[in-house]
């Protein structure tokens, strides 16, 4: 990872398949202190661990940690290690919830497909809640239904026609 950058979590896919994704990562170039975009996480909360389940390598173990995000931000992702020792903090970083939006799940990466599995994991990926062409938008609220300042019949027919001719 390059001087300053860091990841937001760890990538995943299936291990039948050659790499064909990647890592997103970024670095805080805000000189605003009061505008930091991002932060180190608290402190991690294990999400899952493989030490319940018999593997075929019975050293093999794998333990998937959620980042706890300071006040105004939020974790991108999951850290993974093969170690019930957390990951240092300052790997990672959280992002301020301004400007992040809801994710969710998208295609299977890995597991049985099922509420839960042989392992008790499934392993999706992620996409945006809302997305598309179609920007949304917005109405005006009715909170007084006071008609008076509504145009009357006159006026809309001299709008029409003005605008029409």
């Not at 294990?46 to 940690?65: P, R």
Request: charged residues 20%.
């Amino acid at each position: 990872m390059p001087t300053g950058f860091f990841m937001f979590g760890y990538y995943s896919q299936p291990n039948s398949k050659p790499l064909f994704g990647w890592v997103l990562a970024a670095k805080d170039d805000n000189s605003d202190p009061s505008r930091v975009v991002l932060k180190m996480p608290l402190d991690y909360t294990l999400v899952w661990s493989s030490e319940s389940i018999k593997t075929k390598d019975g050293n093999a173990k794998g333990y998937i940690w959620l980042p706890i995000p300071p006040q105004g931000y939020r974790a991108m992702g999951h850290v993974v290690t093969n170690s019930s020792e957390k990951l240092s903090i300052d790997k990672i970083r959280c992002v301020r919830s301004d400007l992040t939006e809801a994710c969710e799940r998208d295609a299977l990466i890995w597991g049985a497909n099922k509420d839960t599995n042989t392992f008790g994991i499934n392993i999706y990926g992620m996409r945006p809640a809302i997305r598309g062409t179609h920007i949304p938008l917005s109405c005006l609220k009715n909170i007084n239904s006071n008609f008076s300042l509504m145009p009357n019949t006159k006026q809309i027919e001299a709008l029409i026609q003005t605008h029409l001719h």
